[in-house]
């Protein structure tokens, strides 16, 4: 072991005797000692060979044998002891920012708290603040580290990341000093989470941008300041990365900051097999010492090309084959939110929805969509108000009347969001479902099956003459809530055989059936439409967050059915309304 891990492991041993409330003394040794490491002058291999290192200003003999230990062997049997002898749930307090072991201890020993759910209820319940030495504004202190500790260790939906970014990116637009700016990174890359925001700007004046950046409204903390990066983090614990660059250098510096990692490696890997060096700096042959003569680029497209690749999207820069299909030609022509011409999976106020049938097909006339399909709740999601037989028939002839009225140039398709029950057959009576224009079936109740159950529950539902396509296929919410275990695999191949399309939930909460899962799927044949799963008429625009899972998924035009024509859909639905 090192001289650097030592010392760390030394502040270690201070911690853990100062959680386990040892002698202040004892934990100021170990400490003392650690500090002294970092900055011993002489080398510490030498010193022990020599045995001098007892000769150090207050390394005391406890100190000098356990050092001596973990030189040698890189472990240490008193370390391995005391950790195994302290309480998990204490260390994991030491996470809370500003909480230290002092007061873990203080709080052990007097409440017995152990565990972070149990130091936040005590701070709640006012017993923290009654400790000796503590008072109430320790104990707010805490609560707000529990806090932002869940909210920093985080990944924030894109969705959200999205509504903060959008400004940020536009305010660095207007600034005089900068030539061109981007977003990078899992946003640019329309991941379903992203860690934190990147943005890379094109300049020769940082010194304005970098101040705007760390000014700008909504900026609670500067994380981290320098000439051309900064770091700053806004009140959601959403942390935002700036880089500036100088302007030549913009399109390697966009590009290596997009990632993913995975894709930077194989794009290395491949400009090294042509003698070339690329980084965010920019491309040079590998045996020049600086990039002055390498290549220029005016963009991104100028890189990929450079190494003989069609321009690779974002969206599909995961390492998972994009460069092989850019170098063979053979990449995916995306799906696009202009492309689609309108969404089927829909709520209205009959069911659980805000906007009644007139105003959502006002709402998708304005978009400029095509049609649009009502498919409200099925009586047994009785929470959402679900419809009963009888009510579903009648909203189908509230929808055939509005077609027939010729108020909107958008065509209304009735269906219904048919619960899937616990044995897999449908909410509603089949007659009922064969006369609707379409069925979407959706796991709303007993998620809870093992993966076996309910994968034979689903592929149940796909197998009735009646549906049309599976809603949100495992029920996850992102950031909240895992999905129900399901064999994705065995679900598709029925689909497939049943003529049954899976939706792209858009909600950006669900974002389901996952990405990963479509290029392979789109392969074998399986049709998908992207559902907006709208609850009232700004949902509409959730259809952009679904498009990305289509991009990310390689899906083009003709695996999407929502970018059919009128007359195309139509048609398609017919087939299971024989
Ligand atoms: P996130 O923020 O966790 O959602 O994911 P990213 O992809 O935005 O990751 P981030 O913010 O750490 O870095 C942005 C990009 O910069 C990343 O996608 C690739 C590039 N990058 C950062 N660190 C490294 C690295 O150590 N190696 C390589 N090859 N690329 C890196
Ligand atoms: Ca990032
Ligand atoms: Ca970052
Ligand atoms: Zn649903």
Redesign the pocket.
């Known amino acids: 072991m090192d001289r650097n891990d030592i010392a760390d492991t030394l502040s270690e041993i201070g911690t853990l005797l100062e959680l386990k409330g040892e002698n202040p003394f004892k934990v100021r040794a170990y400490q003392n000692g650690a500090r002294k490491l970092e900055t011993l002058e002489e080398d510490l291999a030498t010193l022990i060979e020599e045995d001098r290192l007892k000769e150090v200003p207050g390394m005391g003999e406890a100190l000098v044998q356990k050092i001596t230990e973990l030189h040698q062997t890189g472990t240490l049997a008193f370390y391995e002891k005391l950790k195994a002898s302290i309480d998990p749930g204490l260390v994991s307090m030491l996470e809370i920012p500003g909480l230290g072991a002092k007061k873990i201890s203080a709080m052990n020993k007097a409440l017995g708290i152990a565990s972070i759910d149990a130091l936040k209820a005590a701070c709640e319940s006012g017993e923290v603040a009654a400790l000796k030495g503590f008072g109430k504004k320790t104990a707010d202190n805490i609560l707000q580290g529990i806090a932002n500790r869940e909210a920093y260790g985080k990944r924030h939906l894109w969705w959200k990341a999205n509504e903060v970014a959008e400004p940020i990116l536009a305010g660095l637009k207007k600034l005089p000093a900068v030539a061109m700016a981007s977003h990078?990174?899992s946003l640019r890359r329309c991941r379903e989470t992203v860690?934190?925001?990147?943005f890379i700007v094109g300049s020769e004046n940082p010194a304005p941008i970098m101040e705007w950046f760390v000014t700008q409204e909504g900026v609670k903390e500067v994380t981290a300041r320098g000439e051309t990066k900064s770091?700053v983090r806004f009140d959601s614990g959403l942390?935002?990365?700036i880089r500036v660059v100088p302007p030549k250098q913009f399109p390697f510096a966009l590009h290596h900051?997009t990632g993913s990692k995975e894709h930077n490696v194989a794009m290395r890997q491949r400009a090294l097999a042509r003698g070339m060096s690329l980084s965010e700096w920019g491309l040079k042959p590998v045996d020049e010492e600086s990039f002055e003569n390498g290549k220029t680029a005016e963009s991104e497209e100028d890189i990929f090309s450079l190494l003989d690749l069609e321009y690779i999207p974002p969206e599909l820069r995961e390492g998972l084959g994009e460069i092989e299909a850019a170098e063979s030609g053979s990449l995916p022509d995306l799906v696009r939110t202009d492309d689609l011409r309108g969404v089927f999976h829909n709520h209205t106020t009959a069911s659980d929805g805000r906007n009644s049938l007139e105003e959502m097909t006002e709402a998708a006339q304005a978009l400029g969509w095509e049609y649009w399909g009502v498919a409200d709740h099925s009586k047994a999601s009785f929470q959402a108000n679900g419809l009963d037989e009888e009510q579903t028939l009648k909203l189908a002839q509230q929808v055939e009347a509005l077609n027939a009225s010729g108020r909107f140039e958008t065509h209304v398709f009735s269906g219904i969001e048919c619960d899937i029950l616990g044995d897999g057959s449908l909410d509603l009576e089949e007659s009922v479902l064969m006369r609707l224009d379409y069925v979407v079936a959706s796991v709303h109740i007993s998620m809870t099956q093992s993966q076996e159950e309910m994968t034979a529950r689903i592929i149940k539902a796909i197998e009735h003459p009646a549906t049309t396509m599976l809603g949100h296929l495992t029920g996850r919410l992102l950031l909240r809530r895992e999905g129900c275990k399901v064999d994705v695999s065995r679900v598709v191949d029925a689909a497939i055989a049943n003529e049954v399309i899976i939706e792209i939930n858009a909600n950006p909460y669900r974002l389901d059936m996952d990405w990963r899962f479509w290029r392979k799927a789109s392969d074998r044949g399986l049709l998908t439409s992207i559902n907006p799963d709208a609850h009232r008429v700004e949902h509409f625009d959730f259809v952009a967050a679904g498009v990305h899972t289509a991009r990310k998924g390689w899906l083009e035009r003709s695996s999407v059915v929502n970018t059919f024509s009128l007359p195309e859909v139509k048609a398609l639905l017919a087939r299971k309304r024989p």
């Open positions: 990078a990174g860690g934190d925001l990147d770091s942390q935002a990365d900051f």
